[in-house]
């Protein structure tokens, strides 16, 4: 079956720092994947997605690249902000199955200290 | 106005009553979903529904049922809530049809405490 494993939190970080959230996937067949965030209070958005290999996913300074090779998603931001104080979910979805359920990663809680 | 929008958005109840969360869009597409979060695992999926005539369960269906009333509103039922359903439900919609990378859009959670 599809599953998404992503880096443990809680991250803490100070303004203007580099982020780095890890996020590997299993899946049988060719997923799209995404980044979706949850600001506090709220529920889910999507930040960026790539379907297929060796796309790069990016928005709002965020970026991810979908690695075939080392099957991984891996979340980065050179400069965070206070605002990107978030829970961060790696996902993927399986295109050519019946449901296009999304197969969730346990979440990473981020802290941006000014 | 917001495009899913969830009631209610707190709910405290008792063990063994029967309550229902409800989902609303007005983004016109088929398909709705209905999600828990619970610390540490992520969103684990309870039912989906493709459109009004299409209900499927998810990994987690057991304790709950779900209703599509029309192809905007999407009902999730406890029929005798008890504790470990406490937890922050999410409805989201997508759109139908082929589409590598499907997104999809997420109401604003219902947060629920089963006493």
């Known amino acids: 079956g599809n599953s998404v494993t992503q880096m443990e939190g809680p991250v803490t970080l100070s303004e203007e720092a580099f982020l780095t959230i890890n996020c590997t996937y299993t899946?049988?067949?060719?997923?799209?994947l995404f980044w979706y965030v949850q600001y506090p209070g709220e529920g889910l958005q999507l930040l960026l997605k790539a379907t297929k290999a060796d796309d790069k996913g990016s928005n709002k300074g965020f970026e991810a690249t979908y690695r075939k090779e080392t099957t991984s998603f891996h979340l980065e931001k050179g400069s965070v902000q206070v605002s990107d104080s978030a829970v961060y979910f790696c996902?993927?979805?399986?295109?050519?199955?019946?449901?296009?359920?999304?197969?969730f990663g346990a979440g990473t809680t981020v802290t941006v200290r000014a | 106005d917001a495009d899913v929008t969830q009631t209610p958005r707190n709910r405290i109840t008792k063990t063994g009553k029967r309550i229902m969360l409800e989902c609303s869009q007005t983004?016109?597409?088929?398909?709705m979903y209905w999600y828990r979060q619970d610390p540490g695992l992520g969103l684990r999926l309870i039912y989906y529904?493709?459109?009004?005539?299409?209900?499927n369960k998810g990994e987690i269906s057991d304790g709950y049922s779900v209703s599509r009333q029309a192809q905007a509103k999407f009902s999730l039922s406890l029929e005798s809530a008890i504790p470990n359903q406490t937890a922050l439900y999410f409805c989201?919609?997508?759109?139908?049809?082929?589409?590598?990378?499907?997104?999809?859009?997420f109401g604003p959670g219902t947060r629920l405490l089963v006493l």
């Open positions: 996902a993927l979805s399986d295109p050519f199955s019946n449901d296009y359920k999304l197969s």
């Open positions: 529904s493709f459109d009004v005539k299409d209900i």
């Open positions: 899946a049988t067949g060719y997923p799209s």
């Open positions: 989201a919609t997508s759109v139908s049809g082929f589409s590598e990378g499907e997104t999809q859009y």
């Open positions: 983004k016109g597409h088929d398909r």
